[in-house]
């Protein structure tokens, strides 16, 4: 089943870099798409530090006035392979057996630049089959006629309207777990178990920040001290979960959680994707003994693999030029390189002849 996705992978790539820019734009006119605001200009403070743009569409599931109601059927996931904050929506999905009750689609890159955000190239003349739209932003605007932010995914849509509901990463698998528990077999995994909720909610909130965002909080920060920040961050956090999962098989014990989804995510695209944007990284993730296990102890469970697509991950390359700048591109004039290679060390105590760097031919 992988192979087969994977192959049809490449050639819907293959297929998708022979739509122009030209089409896509006429497209775009056509359907009143407009252009997808670039991180660098909208979502950066004074520090030149990243900040990612407010969750839009928050409503919430449950049974109040005003709440969004669960019903098998009503809804459509949109996610994509490479964004690894839908990627959470479409293993949960999977792991509860909620298929039937919540239809998908795969959004992807759609031509020869990033410009009108995502679209269905792994569809049928890239038209989502559900809701009829070319662009994700089109399901955004029948929400909100004057939005004008990046449409994100995960998005979860309306289908009796078109019109996205809810595109909350922060709490979208939380009501898969919850509120469609009618639609789950009896005896699906309990991945929000009511005694841990306060425990998952607290350590979830602080992986995001820490883990989940900290690689795209370096990707585009605009100086070194908010690049600083927030690698060290990221790689604090990695120490204190390596020491964590040298005692617990998963996050919280012996079963998988919540929250273990949200951090293999982001595990899976570190070596493969995440570090291409960033500078010399201090560690791989296969370079910690306790949290590469823990990954691919994870990747065993077929949720987690089929809903993992390190081929995705890898082409992605084209796209992360036409989202990020490098590293070198951002901080290469600002870097002392002299001053950091000429730095003294202290090697000449380790030769019987300190004063002397070469076995030199006796005259």
Not at 45 to 57: C, L, N, S, T, Y
Not at 75 to 83: A, Q
Not at 127 to 143: Q, R, S, V
Not at 329 to 345: C, I, T, V
Request: aromatic share 14%; hydrophobic share 35%.
């Amino acid at each position: 089943m992988a192979e087969k996705s994977l192959k049809t992978l490449e050639e819907i790539i293959a297929e998708n870099e022979k739509v122009t820019d030209e089409i896509l734009h006429k497209e775009a006119k056509e359907r009143g798409v407009k252009p997808r605001p670039r991180e660098k200009g909208s979502e950066i403070d004074e520090r030149g530090a990243f900040h990612r743009q407010p969750v839009q569409f928050t409503t919430p599931f449950g049974d109040k006035e005003g709440e969004l109601k669960a019903e098998s059927g009503r809804y459509h996931l949109i996610w994509g392979y490479i964004c690894h904050w839908s990627n959470r929506a479409s293993i949960v999905r999977e792991l509860l057996g909620l298929e039937d009750a919540i239809s998908v689609t795969v959004a992807g890159e759609v031509g020869e630049s990033f410009t009108y955000g995502w679209g269905f190239p792994y569809n049928e003349d890239h038209t989502d089959p559900e809701l009829g739209i070319k662009f994700l932003y089109e399901a955004y605007a029948k929400a909100d006629p004057n939005f004008a932010g990046r449409a994100t995914i995960p998005a979860l849509v309306d289908k009796t309207t078109g019109a996205v509901v809810n595109n909350d990463y922060h709490h979208l698998t939380n009501y898969f777990e919850v509120n469609f528990r009618p639609w789950q077999p009896e005896d699906a995994p309990d991945l929000y178990p009511r005694e841990l909720r306060k425990e998952i909610d607290d350590l979830n909130w602080w992986l995001f920040p820490h883990v989940n965002d900290a690689p795209y909080r370096m990707s585009f920060a605009q100086t070194l001290e908010a690049y600083n920040e927030a690698f060290d961050d990221f790689y604090d956090s990695l120490d204190k979960l390596e020491e964590r999962l040298s005692k617990n098989r998963f996050l919280f014990g012996d079963y998988v959680t919540d929250s273990d989804v949200r951090l293999f995510v982001t595990l899976a695209r570190f070596d493969t994707h995440y570090y291409r944007n960033l500078g010399p990284i201090k560690k791989r993730i296969v370079d910690y003994e306790n949290i590469w296990g823990y990954a691919r102890d994870l990747y065993e469970i077929p949720a987690f693999k089929n809903n993992t697509h390190f081929q995705a991950f890898t082409d992605a390359f084209g796209l992360s030029s036409k989202v990020f700048e490098t590293f070198s591109s951002r901080f290469g004039d600002k870097l002392d390189y002299e001053a950091q290679w000429s730095a003294p060390q202290n090697r000449k105590s380790l030769s019987r002849t300190p004063g002397e760097k070469f076995l030199r031919h006796k005259k």
